[in-house]
T-cell receptor
Framework: GAVVSQHPSRVICKSGTSVKIECRSL??????MFWYRQFPKQSLMLMAT?????????EQGVEKDKFLINHASLTLSTLTVTSAHPEDSSFYIC???????????????FGQGTRLTVV | AQSVTQPDIHITVSEGASLELRCNYS??????LFWYVQSPGQGLQLLLK??????LVQGIKGFEAEFKRSQSSFNLRKPSVHWSDAAEYFC?????????????FGKGTTLSVSS
């Protein structure tokens, strides 16, 4: 199956700094990428949807100025947590889908996740 | 509203015993259905999916799931559980026609396996 690589897998940062998380589709063109946040023992909550070359669409309650999403190419999307605070500590997961393969009954492919800890 | 319900938060089964994890969904049309597994601190691994056709789908690691339209259910089963199956299991649904729409996840079921 298609591979989505997310980097870094773990990051610790100081409160007030910014952190960038990368999500790459390695062997297919991801026309759409999704960013999820997962709290401990909770499900995945969709944060935003980004289409290549367009501004991301954020879910209600997600601060677009805090969670900056860039999807500049068909293989890379980034999530930047700006001015991070301890409450931003969480597990962030990206997934990618292709409009082409969707016609072939595929699914969104998930990255390995990033554990962010803000101290 | 679209939603996925996994009624069991935590299930413990003995190694070698059979397993069934429940999933019910609420959706306007028959959605695409998925089961994912997540080990601690890891991403999601797709176990199986249903799009159409045979309502009993086979997945990896010996898992299977049955789609029952009348019950809006997509329960996951395994005839004999191994200790390595202990993990978090998520049922998810996606739209059948619109590409680029995110999946909706259930809250997950934690599976513990006792020896």
């Amino acid at each position: 199956g298609a591979v989505v690589s997310q980097h870094p897998s773990r990051v610790i940062c100081k409160s007030g700094t910014s952190v960038k998380i990368e999500c790459r589709s390695l062997d297919f063109q991801a026309t759409t990428m999704f960013w999820y946040r997962q709290f401990p023992k909770q499900s995945l909550m969709l944060m935003a949807t980004s289409n290549e070359g367009s501004k991301a669409t954020y879910e209600q309650g997600v601060e677009k100025d805090k969670f900056l999403i860039n999807h500049a190419s068909l293989t890379l999307s980034t999530l930047t947590v700006t001015s991070a605070h301890p409450e931003d500590s969480s597990f962030y997961i990206c997934s990618a889908s292709s409009s082409n393969t969707f016609l072939m009954n595929t699914e969104a492919f998930f990255g390995q996740g990033t554990r962010l800890t803000v101290v | 509203a679209q939603s996925v319900t996994q009624p069991d938060i935590h299930i413990t089964v003995s190694e070698g015993a059979s397993l069934e994890l429940r999933c019910n969904y609420s959706y306007g049309a028959t959605p695409y259905l998925f089961w994912y597994v997540q080990s601690p601190g890891q991403g999601l691994q797709l176990l199986l999916k249903y799009f159409s056709g045979d309502t009993l789908v086979q997945g990896i690691k010996g898992f299977e799931a049955e789609f029952k339209r009348s019950q809006s259910s997509f329960n996951l089963r395994k005839p004999s559980v191994h200790w390595s199956d202990a993990a978090e299991y998520f049922c998810a649904v996606g739209p059948p026609t619109q590409a680029g729409t995110a999946l909706i996840f259930g809250k997950g079921t934690t599976l513990s396996v006792s020896s």
